[in-house]
């Protein structure tokens, strides 16, 4: 909301500067976002009375005019096509000032002296229309400085309020906190009913009682619109960013910033049979005040006649009954008190937002409605005369507001802010509020609340409102306690940062995405899962919970596939979703995908693309980071989201933990990637997890190693081979290592060869080879009994 300062300064004018009446309001939950000066710099610019204009002898579109000052008659040449005899303008005589440091000295102008200026709003920056002079009121007096006539001395300030802080949407509300804030007294505005000199009325009918409780109608005649607005009410309306339009609308606008209530004017005469505030009929249509059509659902509130509608309730005016400045002679004035619910969301949902709609939504005070129409009567019938006739009030007592008083406790206040405030303390805070304290016992008290203050309805609101009114800068700071010793750093675990910077190491970029999915890829990745579903999702593709971080991760690959960026190494950490909410497991997890070149592009090497191995390297990476790799072992497997002939499962001890593998390129069809991708997701709990480091002293013994070449069938994992041939080699082997497979011209296509390379140490002797030759024979034996293998010749 944007408001004037001098205007909050004439309901209440606390003895300080600007600046700090904005850091109060901003420390009182009021957050300024903006202080805006109303005009631009200068100075030296005084009234000045056009008293004759001649045509310039060499120049068609000038003009030589003579201007007063009041005291002297100055030659000032001018091409504004509003110059004329008889105006008063703003005149910048010499030495003024203009904004833009513009110093205004005598000039020549096609051979005519000029001896100053005369400017229009845009040249002193206090408004934007630059067709012309600038054209004052006929009553200004002549020779006064403008910033004083004009009171352009002020600034329009905006304030950022809560959604619960709607009694902040007017000058009097924000008095009332200036003046709780400084226990300074307001000046409200002084409303006394008008009476009626006419007996006309319009009947009123609340058929929709719950939604709207309140209305009150009354009908003016004989006004005449043509008058124009005063020009101290068009600057407070504009000073709060809004425009003047005709003197009707423009008394509505003000009384809603002034006191906080809407209103509306109808044209009488376009009202037929009466008022009916009532429900839209389905497909309902309404042509609105800025000529767009709406079609009505049967939730909106509309403000009607035995017809048709007139307006949306709270939120905008109808085309049709609008007033209209040539015709409308007689106006039918309206004030109504809104069910916030009824009108929460309506002007959204028609692509509109309104300064009505926006303090309705909020919430206005429900006892307020009578007093605005008295003051925009009184306002309206000094600007544009008539006769006004009785205030029609349409009631359901039922629906009202019931207010009931709250129990507040100052052993609460002290306890939530820890300080000791006494029980004066605490009612000379809160009674300049508004507030009733009704004294039960010693700290307890049943405290009445104003109806304008709709927010504060339990006893928490009463304590909130003490710790802002004695300054949240004030209140004591204290800071948690918790114990400083050092922990001890589980050896037998990695920590999650340790493995992210082991991925980026190795060339990755941590990607977040979202925890909920798209249902269709869910089905693509669990097809026999059902998935867990989001009651309020915020898209129809985000509404599915993830059982897997991998589908986020592709998504991203394919928007940065989508974009050039061929080389994507991502990796996640976060949960998954899986089963129903009876039976609901979050899992922590930690996945990567990896697509493109081996290597960045460079001219030093190749441009070979990864493949199953470089992901299995990673992998192996992250397992070996705990220290507890001889645990880990991969199988072959299929599943969903994988391609079969490139996927194993990772077994830790024996259990699973979690897959690696290429993606299946169905599914890399249906998400729009067009190249290989490879990706794995593990369990976090099983990555972190090893085992204590042990020391193991190093043997000054030279090291013995055997090759081997064998044969085997090539359907049996180069794991199994390498497992058994550990646990025969003996209790001195320190390093197996297969180091080539083969399959080719000299080997049984069913066969392969593969090539392992065993190594043996002792910690406090050498190895004689009759040890080695004895255990190497061991795991030949072995081999040829269990999976028939021999050696290649």
């Keep these: ?412 206040v002290n306890q939530t802010f820890e300080f000791d405030l006494t029980d004066d303390e605490i009612e000379s805070l809160l009674s300049v509020l508004g507030l009733v304290l009704n004294k039960q016992a010693a700290g307890v008290w049943l405290v009445d609340v104003p109806s304008h203050r709709f927010d504060i309805s339990i006893e928490e609101d009463l304590i909130e409102e003490v710790g802002r009114l004695y300054g949240y800068d004030k209140l004591p700071v204290s800071y948690p306690m918790v114990p400083l010793a050092p922990k001890a750093n589980p050896e037998t675990k990695v920590g999650l940062p340790a493995l992210r910077r082991l991925l980026v190491a190795r060339g990755y970029q941590e990607a977040i995405t979202y925890s909920f999915i798209d249902p269709k890829v869910f089905k693509l990745f669990h097809p026999e899962e059902p998935a867990l579903e989001l009651a309020n999702p915020i898209s129809a593709e985000l509404s599915s919970m993830r059982a897997s971080l991998l589908p986020g991760l592709l998504k991203a690959v394919a928007y940065n596939l989508n974009r050039q960026q061929s080389r994507v190494r991502l990796f996640e950490t976060g949960l998954r979703f899986v089963g129903q909410l009876d039976n609901l497991k979050q899992e922590p997890m930690l996945a990567g995908v990896i697509t493109g070149t081996r290597l960045a592009e460079e001219w030093a090497h190749g441009k070979d693309n990864i493949d199953f191995y470089d992901l299995k390297g990673d992998v192996e990476a992250l397992l070996t980071a705990a220290g507890d790799f001889s645990s880990y072992s991969f199988e072959p497997c299929t599943e969903h989201g994988f391609h079969p002939g490139q996927c194993a499962q990772v077994l830790r001890n024996g259990e699973l933990v979690g897959y690696m593998g290429a993606l299946h390129p169905q599914l890399a069809s249906e998400l729009d990637i067009d190249q290989p991708v490879f990706m794995f997701e593990l369990l976090q709990s099983a990555v972190i997890q090893g085992k204590l480091p042990t020391f193991a002293e190093l043997s000054r013994f030279p090291e013995v190693r055997r090759d081997l070449a064998l044969l085997v069938d090539a359907i049996i994992p180069a794991q199994e081979i390498l497992t058994a041939m550990r646990g025969a080699a003996g209790e001195f082997l320190t390093q197996i290592r297969l180091f080539d497979v083969y399959q080719g011209k000299g080997v049984d296509p069913n066969r392969k060869s593969l090539a392992v390379g065993l190594t043996w140490q002792h910690p406090s002797r050498t190895l004689t080879d009759d040890e080695v030759s004895s255990a190497t024979q061991n795991v030949l034996t072995l081999l040829e009994e269990r999976f028939n293998a021999t050696l290649r010749k």
């Excluded at 051979?111 to 920056?125: D, I, K, N, P, W």
């Excluded at 006004?223 to 600057?235: C, G, I, N, Q, S």
């Design 1 to 412: 909301m944007n408001f004037s300062e001098q205007w909050l300064r004439s309901l209440v004018n606390p003895n300080v500067s600007r600046d700090e009446l904005v850091a109060r309001l901003s420390m009182a939950g009021l957050e300024v976002d903006a202080v805006r000066p109303v005009a631009g710099e200068f100075s030296g610019v005084v009234v000045g009375e056009i008293l004759a204009t001649e045509q310039h002898p060499d120049a068609d579109k000038l003009r030589v005019c003579q201007v007063s000052d009041g005291k002297e008659t100055f030659q000032i040449v001018c091409g504004a096509p509003n110059a004329r005899a008889g105006i008063k303008v703003p005149f910048a005589q010499l030495g003024a000032v203009l904004p833009g440091d513009f110093k205004i000295k005598k000039a020549k102008l096609r051979g005519v002296e000029s001896f100053g200026m005369l400017c229009s709003a845009t040249e002193l920056q206090i408004g934007e229309d630059d067709s012309g002079l600038l054209e004052l009121d006929v009553t200004a007096p002549v020779g006064q400085d403008i910033r004083e006539l004009l009171n352009l001395n002020d600034v329009s300030i905006e304030v950022d309020l809560t959604p619960n802080r709607g009694d902040c949407l007017s000058l009097t509300g924000l008095a009332r906190e200036v003046g709780a804030l400084y226990n300074l007294a307001v000046s409200l505005p002084v409303i006394t009913p008008i009476a009626a000199t006419i007996e006309d009325s319009v009947k009123i009918e609340l058929l929709a009682e719950k939604a709207c409780p309140r209305y009150f109608g009354r009908v003016i005649h004989g006004v005449d619109l043509t008058r124009k607005t005063p020009a101290w009410m068009v600057e407070r309306l504009a000073r709060s960013d809004i425009r003047s339009i005709d003197p009707a609308v423009d008394v509505t606008n003000y009384v809603m910033l002034e006191l906080g209530q809407p209103l509306h004017a109808f044209d009488l005469a376009q009202i037929q049979g009466g008022i009916r505030v009532r429900f839209a009929e389905q497909n309902e249509k309404v042509t609105l005040l800025d000529g767009q059509e709406i079609t009505l659902t049967e939730q909106t509130l509309v403000i009607a006649d035995h017809q048709r509608v007139l307006a949306i309730a709270g939120v905008m005016g109808g085309e049709n009954s609008g007033v209209n400045v040539e015709h409308t002679q007689d106006l039918f004035l309206e004030s109504a008190f809104f069910d916030t619910i009824a009108i929460a969301g309506k002007a959204r949902s028609y692509g509109l937002h309104t300064d009505a709609s926006h303090r309705f939504e909020r919430g206005v005070d429900w006892q307020l409605a009578g007093k605005a129409i008295e003051r925009a009567t009184e306002l309206l019938l000094d600007i544009v005369g008539g006769q006004a006739g009785p205030v029609v009030e349409a009631v359901a007592p039922a629906y009202l507001p019931q207010v009931a008083p709250i129990k507040l406790r100052a052993a609460r």
